[in-house]
């Protein structure tokens, strides 16, 4: 399936506890799409505003059954966009 490459406009981080007491950091990308801007949660660590994000259409399974979603595929730095 293709992919969709958008650019990282804005970048929110958040650090919480899981019940199990391992720490996580839950990112919120702000991407630009068509001059729009749309966000969407992650995991990723090292991101930076002006790096882009490679996304596509996947399945997530929920309590309710399969849902489409919009999954990462990756984080593309900046200085490889630009060669």
Same mark, same amino acid.
């Given at each position: 399936?293709?992919?969709?490459?958008?650019?990282?406009?804005?970048?929110?981080?958040?650090?919480?506890?899981?019940?199990? @007491?391992?720490?996580? $950091?839950?990112?919120?990308? +702000? =991407?630009?799409?068509?001059?729009? /801007?749309?966000?969407?949660?992650?995991?990723?660590?090292?991101?930076?505003?002006?790096?882009?994000?490679?996304?596509?259409v @996947?399945?997530?399974? $929920?309590?309710?059954?399969? +849902? =489409?979603?919009?999954?990462?595929d /990756?984080?593309?730095?900046?200085?490889?966009?630009?060669?």
């Open positions: 399936m293709n992919g969709l490459t958008l650019k990282i406009i804005g970048i929110n981080v958040y650090n919480g506890m899981a019940r199990s @007491g391992k720490p996580y $950091t839950l990112t919120t990308l +702000e =991407l630009d799409y068509d001059g729009n /801007k749309v966000r969407l949660k992650c995991f990723e660590k090292d991101v930076n505003v002006g790096d882009y994000a490679q996304v596509s @996947g399945i997530k399974k $929920t309590v309710y059954g399969a +849902e =489409l979603a919009v999954v990462l /990756k984080i593309i730095p900046a200085a490889e966009m630009e060669k």
